[in-house]
């Protein structure tokens, strides 16, 4: 089933998505978003303040390969979205977003995940021996086989 929805913005931009997904312009954009500051932290991370539509927008810092764990790289948050009804729209580095409400502390999802992450990994190593990583716990715990 397709879907087309019509967004009108500040700007005078009107565009048209299909199935959730960006289409064309009606009304083409004639400028880029004048009204948006942006704060930078020394982490990395940033805040975009949207003044003429009172949104606020938190971009927290990138995961870094080799410190932080598979499981923490594929579930980070690449950013959160405050509005005035009390929702944050939590957009993840994997593609799923969902739509929470900070009051019933609820969520529905906007785009839902395409696949899990495990939560374990066991890695079999020589000597009857193997390492189970939890990535939610973040341990390495190494087993070893029981003598026959």
């Known amino acids: 089933m397709i879907t087309n929805v ?3 913005y500040y700007n ?5 998505f299909t199935n959730k997904v960006f289409s064309s312009f009606i009304v083409a954009p004639t400028s880029y978003a004048k009204d948006w500051k942006r704060v930078n932290f020394t982490d990395g991370s940033y805040v975009i303040y949207f003044e003429t539509q009172q949104r ?4 927290p810092p990138p995961p870094v390969r080799g410190v932080d764990s598979a499981y923490t790289i594929a579930t980070s948050i690449l950013s959160l979205e405050d509005n005035q009804l009390g929702l944050t729209r939590i957009v993840f580095r994997n593609g799923t977003i969902i739509m929470k ?3 019933a502390g609820t969520f529905t ?3 839902q995940p ?3 992450f495990p ?3 066991t890695v079999f190593m020589d000597n009857c021996q193997y390492q189970v ?3 939610v716990n973040d341990t390495n715990t190494i087993f070893y086989c029981p003598p026959d």
């Open 6 to 8: 019509t967004r009108y």
């Open 12 to 16: 005078g931009t009107v565009a048209l």
């Open 56 to 59: 606020k927008v938190y971009y």
């Open 101 to 103: 409400n900070n009051t």
């Open 109 to 111: 999802y906007e785009v």
């Open 114 to 116: 395409t696949s899990l």
């Open 119 to 121: 939560t374990t990994e």
């Open 133 to 135: 990583f939890d990535y």
